[in-house]
């Protein structure tokens, strides 16, 4: 078919879109979508997702440091029960700065340069981080590694998103989540086996190497055509969609797709917009899976890992338990991102928040019921005195923790982590994606720096097994949110999913 005879099927498809696409609209998308080319496609992808393996490197980055820091002999920079969790959890202030700023700069500057700007603060972070002469500089450098991680978690599933086409939306979606993973693992073996090569310095400046190597492929990618058409760049939104695509597909018929849904939304939103369904119900969706996301108990659980294993004396050298964890997040992570596009989102979801209900209930009721005596407990020990105890097995019943906690992670892992944030940038509406892509992660990364802060707390006045047990409940909550709440996105198109939550008809989702 030549570049002329496709005119007539881009007119086709655009008023059939009004409606419901019928059998040869929709046999044309299947056409269209095996024709594509998608090397471009996974390099943009992995140029952008470097900044989430940056994020993940970050995150973990005081796990071999803050015992460094504990015993350094200078006393400006050494850490002490008072300063070491602060050291740790400011970083999720950071990343709450960094969501709420992204509401302006995904709009303002555009999907591509906005995790292209992450690279300012994330390297001057690193640096403070690497040169430190005091406290400060240390709280400082996490702040701003938290910033830009708070900035490419609200920027990188909203442009992979854009410029994914449904066919491999779905495992594109779930790059960030194993690239963050990815990262972690990178910070665990460089501060377990080059610790006696690399002082605790040169692993901030190992952290520079990804933030530098996204913005060098950065500057050849092309941005998302949806934001471009927003700006009223035509040619550049066409000759985007055309380098992402492929010159010989017809990839005109997805570009006037995608024209007729930013020409509806070409106006910016109002406060009385609010109050439409098709805007605050996908913002209120998304919010709500990144604030259940979190209170599933995630990041209390990564956090104080090794406190929680010491306690119930799980039978694993302590150096050995952050890897091992982080190895299942990875397979499990990969294990949604080939199956989302085919199993699809809600039933992994289900899955997901399933296996983290039994694996919590697990943990709860094992703490609860198994004496002291067989767990390696004592009487009136905090978490934080037992992560100094050595650990003391005594028969093979501790071996429950573990595997409850890795069920944990497997679950959330293959569902609540990588999906909540791809349907975080499906679902939400173009004309207030960016805005509402801010807001999520300032509430996912609220949820995370209050529920870690009250973690201790509450283990000291009410026993390890509270909260175990309410992040049970919360997965509970988190079936039933997913069955009321959440819509199936698996083969459908942006466009698509827009015209769901603006008609109501779900016939645009079968």
């Not at 909203?158 to 990815?182: D, F, K, N, T, W």
């Not at 709860?364 to 019921?369: A, R, S, V």
């Not at 409850?404 to 959330?412: C, S």
Request: proline share 5%; charged share 15%; hydrophobic share 45%.
């Amino acid at each position: 078919m030549e570049r002329g005879d496709r005119q007539p099927l881009v007119r086709e498809t655009s008023s059939s879109y009004h409606t419901f696409p019928g059998s040869t609209a929709r046999r044309l998308d299947r056409e269209y979508l095996r024709s594509l080319h998608n090397k471009r496609l996974y390099l943009a992808v992995f140029a952008a997702v470097l900044g989430n393996f940056s994020f993940g490197f970050a995150l973990v980055y005081p796990s071999p440091v803050i015992p460094a820091l504990e015993a350094h002999p200078n006393p400006a920079l050494r850490l002490d029960q008072h300063t070491a969790p602060w050291f740790g959890s400011v970083f999720t202030l950071g990343a709450a700065a960094g969501g709420l700023s992204t509401m302006l700069l995904n709009d303002c500057l555009g999907r591509k340069l906005s995790i292209m700007f992450s690279a300012l603060p994330s390297a001057l972070g690193y640096a403070l981080l690497a040169g430190a002469q005091g406290l400060w500089m240390l709280l400082l450098g996490r702040v701003l590694t938290g910033y830009a991680g708070g900035v490419t978690s609200a920027s990188i599933p909203v442009y992979i998103s854009e410029i994914s086409h449904p066919g491999v939306r779905g495992m594109l979606g779930a790059c960030p989540q194993i690239m963050a993973v990815l990262g972690s693992l990178v910070l665990y073996a460089l501060g377990k086996y080059l610790r006696l090569l690399l002082d605790w310095r040169w692993l901030a400046v190992a952290g520079e190497v990804p933030v530098l190597a996204m913005v060098l492929l950065l500057c050849f990618m092309p941005n998302s055509p949806r934001f471009l058409l927003s700006q009223g760049k035509e040619d550049e939104a066409l000759g985007s969609l055309c380098w992402l695509r492929g010159e010989d597909t017809d990839y005109a018929r997805e570009y006037e797709q995608i024209k007729d849904s930013v020409r509806k939304q070409s106006r910016r939103i109002s406060c009385a917009e609010l109050k439409d369904p098709f805007l605050y119900k996908p913002i209120l969706i998304a919010g709500g899976m990144r604030f259940l996301q979190q209170l599933s108990g995630v990041t209390c659980i990564l956090v104080y890992l090794q406190p929680i294993f010491k306690k119930t004396s799980v039978i694993l050298k302590p150096e050995y338990d952050a890897a091992l964890v982080g190895l299942v997040r990875l397979s499990s992570v990969a294990i949604a991102a080939v199956s989302m596009d085919k199993a699809g989102r809600k039933i992994l979801l289900f899955v997901s928040a399933g296996v983290m209900l039994v694996s919590n209930l697990t943990m709860g009721l094992y703490i609860h019921f198994v004496p002291a005596s067989h767990n390696g407990t004592v009487a009136n020990t905090t978490l934080e005195s037992s992560a100094n105890l050595p650990a003391e097995p005594t028969n093979y019943i501790t071996l429950i923790p573990l595997l409850a906690t890795m069920f944990f992670i497997m679950g959330y892992a293959m569902g609540w982590g990588p999906i909540t944030w791809l349907l975080m940038s499906e679902i939400l509406p173009l004309k207030a994606r960016g805005v509402a892509s801010g807001l999520c992660v300032v509430v996912s990364w609220l949820t995370a720096f209050t529920l870690t802060q009250f973690f201790l707390p509450a283990v000291n006045a009410f026993g390890l097994e509270v909260p175990f047990l309410f992040f049970a409940v919360i997965s509970a909550g988190n079936i039933f949110f997913t069955g009321c709440c959440v819509p199936e996105t698996k083969g459908r198109s942006l466009e698509q999913i827009e015209a769901f939550f603006r008609t109501g008809r779900r016939s645009f989702l079968r």
